[in-house]
């Protein structure tokens, strides 16, 4: 990765915008549209934006912003960016962010533009019905692990809450009504080359979705990094009794 996206939470924080013109105000309506209020000068901004075509106004306001520990965004200049500000697919509250690291802009929005087409416009109340759902799905499932193993079917392709189809307002409540655990389980991989790009979908949508990985010491660190950050990595075979959930015998 060339940086951590993050989400900043913009309720009553404030950012400073320097510079005039389309660049500006294109960032102007970005930043005021998350809630934060453009400044062009404070004390308790954390974060700046910088959109000066002059080199020299542009290096001087750059370098005396860096000076008071304030990030940058300086727009057309990747080399000074400390943050860069993605194409946003807005399915509130879900945000999807689409980053090229400041190389292409017109690349992350011909990507969002494309993600736009496909992610139905429901979807972020399928998240808000979960979220209201998050007392009953703890009496129901008390073991976090069980909980996370049945929210993960439900919205996994062809699931019951599958994100990417339209649902009706009342999906969650009617998976919930029957939802029960899910069984443990173990699939196979066997790998065909070192990189991760040859594994098929499938086999990239298990490791997305495992609780733990059992796998010979030969397997590369890319194929590893297919798998949730919080996959179970075990150097070994699997046992004759595994443990809830997806396990993974990747070798």
Known sequence: ????????????RS????????????????????????????D?????????????????????????????????????CDFTLPAIVDRSPILIAISTGGVSAGLAAAIRQRLEAILPAGVGRLAEGLGAARAELRRRFPDGGDRRRAIGAAIAAGGPLDPMVPHAD???????????PVA???????????????????????????????????????ILDRARADAVRIAGPVPADPLPGLTIDLA
């Open 1 to 12: 990765m060339n940086g951590l996206p993050i989400l900043l939470r913009t309720a009553g």
């Open 44 to 80: 308790d901004a954390r974060i700046a934006v910088v959109a000066v075509e002059d080199d020299a106004k542009a290096r001087s306001t750059i370098d005396a912003l860096k000076a008071r520990g304030i990030l940058i965004n300086a727009v057309d200049r990747p080399a000074d």
């Open 170 to 180: 009342d999906a969650v409540a009617q998976w919930l009504a029957g939802a029960a």
């Open 184 to 222: 443990g389980r173990v699939e196979t991989i066997r790998l065909r080359s070192p990189d991760p790009d040859d594994l098929t979908l499938r086999e990239a949508r298990w490791l997305g979705q495992a609780d733990r990985i059992h796998h010979t010491v030969d397997v590369p660190a890319a």
């Open 15 to 42: 950012v400073i915008l320097i510079g005039e013109g389309e660049a500006a105000d294109a960032k102007r309506r970005l930043l005021e549209r998350s809630g934060l209020t453009v400044v062009t000068d404070t």
